[in-house]
Structures are given as C-alpha cells and as structure tokens.
C-alpha cells in the first residue's frame, strides 16, 4: 500500500518571487482556483507582510477557495512569516477565515546566513525560532517551519533548532535547499538524519523545498521523499528565485509514473496539468522550453522514423506516460462563430476558469470579435484570450484605437489612441524602425513611465495563417524613491505583459500596455520591489 505524498504548492509565493513574474490579483485568483481544482492539498498564497496588496491577494484566496461551498474542496491556504511578530500577525491576518489556515514561519539556519544576514548566533536564533513558533500556535494550530538554507546548516544545530520548534508547536518541518546545492543523496542522507536525531519528530510531517541551481530541484525532492519527507514544496512549471524551485507536474507524473518503485502517491487530478502549467506561462510570460519534461510541446512528440514505427506498433514502447494523463491540450474546434454566451461559459468552466459575469461578458465580445476573424476556435484560443483581455491589472491606460502603417515603401507609422485614467482619449502619431517600435514610442508619449524593454517574445499560439499570436514582453522601470523611502539604492522594477490577437501588431501593444499597467500600479500601492523579499 503506497504512503500519501503531501503536495504543498508555492506558486503564488517562491514562483512569484521570481523577478518579472508577480502576477494581477486576478490572475492568482484564476491561478490558486486551478491549484485547488488540481487538488493540491496546500496552497501557500503569498508573503502577506511584502506589501498591502499581498495580504490583500491572500486574504481573498483564503476567503474564496480555502473555504468549502456545498461540499467542494477547499485546500490548506498557508501564509509566510519571518520570524517577527508584524509577520506573523499578517499571516494571520491573511490566512484566518480559510477553513484551514496554516502558517509558515522561517529564519535562517546556515552559519553564513546567520552570520552574515541575521547577524545572530545560534542560541539566539533558537530562542528567536522557538519564541516566533509559539507565538504563531497562539493563533493558529497548523503551523510549518523552516530552517532557511537547512542543507548548508551544520546538523547537530538543525536538530536541536526542530526539536525547540516542535515543542513550541510546529506541525510540519520543512527542509529548504534554499541556494540548491545539495546533491540528491546527500539530501536524502539529511532528511533520514533529521528523521532519526530529532526528538518528537514522528509527530511531524517532514517536508522538501528544493531549489534548482544545478539543476537537481527534482531529484533532491524526490531522494526527500525516499528517506522519510511526506511534503513536498513544489511550483508549477518549476518556476521561482533564480533558476528556480522544483516543478510539481515533474514531481508528480515521477511519483505516478513510478508508483511501485516509490511506494508514495499524490492526489493529484494529473488531467489538469498541461492547462495549469499554460496558464502560469500567459500570466507570468515565462513561456515553456518545447522540450520540458511533462507539459513541452514536444514531451509527447515522436520524431524520428524508428520511434514513430514502434509507437504505431505498440504506444508502450516509447510512451511511459499518456498524454491524455497530464491532459496535453487538444486544439480542436471546440466553439465557433454561432456559438452562444451559455456555451462559452460551458467551455470555460470544462477548462477550468472561474470567471465572474462580468469577465464572461467581456470575453464573449472578445470572442465573437476573434470568430470573425478567425473560422475554428479552440481551447488554446480561448486561454489566450483570457490572458490577455480578461484577466489583466486594472486598466489604467486601455487600447482603443491602431492604426499602422508600414512596408518597404516610407517610414514605419503607428498611430495610437487610448483611453487615460481620466476616462479621455488620446491619439499620438510616431514613426519608428518598424511597427512595434513606432507604437510603442506612440504608447510612451503617452503614458510616460519611464521604463526599458527588455525582452520581447512573439509565438503563434496555433497553427495556420489566421493563428492567435502571442507575444509576452519583459519591462524594467525604476521605483520612484517615494515608494521606497526606506531605501538608500535606487530599486528597479521588472515586471512582464502579455498580449494575444490574430494581429500580431495588436497583441505587442497590449502586451506593452498591459506591462505598464503592472508599473504604475506597483508604484501606486507601493508594491514596487517584487521578488527577494522573503530572503532579504
Ligand atoms: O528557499 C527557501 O529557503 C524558502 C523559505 C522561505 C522556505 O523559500
Ligand atoms: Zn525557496
């Protein structure tokens, strides 16, 4: 009989923490209603202390899917906190009215960490731990703990820091590879140590969190779960700091894939992945390596003449996995032309969106606007156009008119016209190198938030001449000091934008709007250094 495998998803929180990823609250809305339709058994939501809207976003995520309507399910949402009561009480704050509200408190516990970035030796940082866990137990009865950077931490300390946490009430110790330099053996090798050193650890759940530095996030969590782990800390599409954390769709299909070799399952509804993972990539505009285990485009391709000969003969032998298992997009007509509002809104809840009335009436006007324009709508289509024209932050500058005009004859010319906050319109005029560049100029008469383009991306999300294009862009902008008055450095600000539409000219401009959208709301709610802050 296989052990349960706790999955504790931190999409929202490390994932978000990657420099350019931070999403709309209505995106991780979308995104934590798709963890919980996924059946994840832990969401943690956020680092509520970060910033008004974090808590914000949090909060609403405990409030709408951690609480169970007419019996659905209603995952763990879980809050992080430093080891420091205005955390905590945010976390709190945030994570309360969830059915089941967990908090997760950390502090660092390698000698450079402590020494360098607490500037506290170790018995203060037990005493710091052990007074910061109680103090969390106070409120909450569910609650983790982690010794940041725990593979680079000596042992002995790490024992008796968990043994002090778990009579202060930690539930659940988790074991972060925080820079992701252990090899997978010598992970498994501190999980199995801790397991057999640490009093009253056999009343705690053991838990992995590996980052993917060198490329081991995988394999450290599952040589975790080996050796004893029954949690473990994963994102979708791997995505989080730097290279990265472990991503959970790889986690899971190995742990399916290879149920009887691991002796461990998950209850993960795998039929959602591949969907899941797309709608991280539109709203992060981090896009998917083609050759990404599991959700790549190519994952379940057959190529070569030999692999495809064997595939006709018998799927097994080159196919350990079903598509059909991680739920690999189809992109069949699914809706066409004369569709109706009823049958959008069936479509869209089948995928897997929550929308609200109002984001269905929008998205029905934009989805007879493609049907004239494009003759076979399918899902792909569909997700697209959510991520592009639903679900983006509030508008403060909005399209409302192109014009281009280009070719080899004369200068690229692109007239802009767009609604301003105020509710005017505005139209500039601007040429450039080409098209994109004299619209985006036009956009920046405009708008004017100063800001660099740093990375543009453009793909056909289907095939065919009449495809959707996508085109994800990556922003910087400096923080005005206003934001951030406590900070000496001058901060930047990297944030991305996502536009979709059968005119590829189209979806660059609401990629670059929906990007500078994101900026002068950060600046706005004072939300302007995303990422770092839960290690800083
Ligand atoms: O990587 C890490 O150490 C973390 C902790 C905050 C759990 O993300
Ligand atoms: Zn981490």
Redesign the pocket.
């Known amino acids: 009989m296989s052990e349960k495998v706790i999955i504790f998803d931190?999409t929202l929180?490390?994932g978000e923490?990657c420099p350019g990823a931070s999403m709309t609250s209505s995106e991780k809305m979308e995104i934590a209603h798709a963890l919980a339709r996924l059946k994840v058994d832990v969401i943690e939501a956020g680092f509520p202390i970060a910033s008004p809207d974090d808590l914000a976003a949090v909060k609403r995520i405990a409030n709408e899917v951690g609480v169970s309507r007419n019996g659905s399910y209603a995952p763990i949402i879980c809050g992080?906190a430093r080891c420091a009561k205005k955390d905590i009480d945010a976390a709190w704050e945030a994570v309360q009215n969830a059915d089941r509200p967990r908090i997760?408190v950390?502090i660092a516990a390698s000698p450079i960490h402590m020494k360098y970035k607490l500037r506290m030796d170790p018995a203060e940082v037990i005493a710091r731990a052990r007074e910061m866990v109680a103090y969390a137990h106070s409120f909450c009865k569910d609650i983790e703990f982690?010794p940041?950077?725990?593979s680079r931490a000596e042992p002995e300390f790490l024992y008796e820091l968990l043994e002090a946490v778990i009579e202060a009430g930690a539930t659940t110790l988790?074991i972060?590879?925080?820079?992701g330099y252990a090899t997978p053996l010598e992970y498994g090798a501190l999980i199995r140590k801790i397991r057999e050193n640490t009093k009253g650890i056999e009343k705690c759940v053991l838990s992995t969190?590996s980052?993917d530095d060198l490329g081991m996030g995988v394999a450290t969590t599952l040589a975790g779960c080996m050796n004893g782990a029954r949690q473990v800390?994963v994102t979708i599409n791997g995505i989080?700091?730097r290279a990265g954390?472990a991503s959970l769709e790889e986690v899971v299909m190995a742990l399916k894939t290879r149920e009887s070799y691991y002796g461990l399952h998950t209850d993960i509804e795998t039929r959602h992945l591949a969907r899941v993972s797309q709608m991280v990539s539109n709203f992060t505009g981090f896009p998917i390596a083609p050759n990404k285990a599991i959700v790549g485009r190519n994952a379940f391709a057959h190529e070569s003449g030999i692999h495809q000969d064997g595939m006709l003969k018998n799927a097994l032998t080159y196919e350990i996995m079903r598509p059909e298992d991680v739920g690999i997009r189809q992109t069949n007509l699914v809706l066409g032309k004369h569709s109706g509002r009823h049958a959008l809104s069936n479509r869209m809840e089948e995928i897997g969106y929550n929308l609200t009335d109002k984001e269905l009436d929008l998205l029905f006007v934009k989805f007879k606007e493609l049907a004239d324009r494009k003759k076979t709508i399918s899902d792909i289509d569909l997700e697209a156009l959510v991520s592009s024209d639903i679900h983006q932050i509030n508008s403060y500058y909005q399209l409302d008119g192109l014009q281009i005009s280009c070719g080899t004859i004369g200068m690229p010319t692109a007239s802009v016209r767009l609604v301003c906050p105020d509710g005017e319109l505005r139209t500039v005029a601007e040429i450039g190198t080409g098209p994109i560049d004299a619209a985006y100029k036009a956009i920046d008469q405009i708008v004017q938030v100063e800001n660099q383009l740093k990375e543009f991306m453009i793909h056909a999300v289907t095939e065919g001449i009449d495809a959707v294009g996508e085109v994800s862009v990556r922003v910087e902008s400096r923080v005005p000091s206003e934001v951030h008055p406590q900070s000496e450095e001058p901060k930047t600000l990297l944030v991305s934008g996502y536009g979709a539409n059968n005119d590829i000219v189209v979806a660059a401009v609401k990629a670059y709007l929906s990007a500078l959208n994101k900026i002068i709301d950060a600046n706005r709610n004072g939300n302007g250094n995303n990422g770092g802050a839960?290690?800083g």
């Open positions: 931190t929180r490390d923490q992080l997760h950390f982690s940041e950077d725990a988790n972060p590879d925080t820079v969190h980052h800390e989080g700091e954390n839960a290690h």
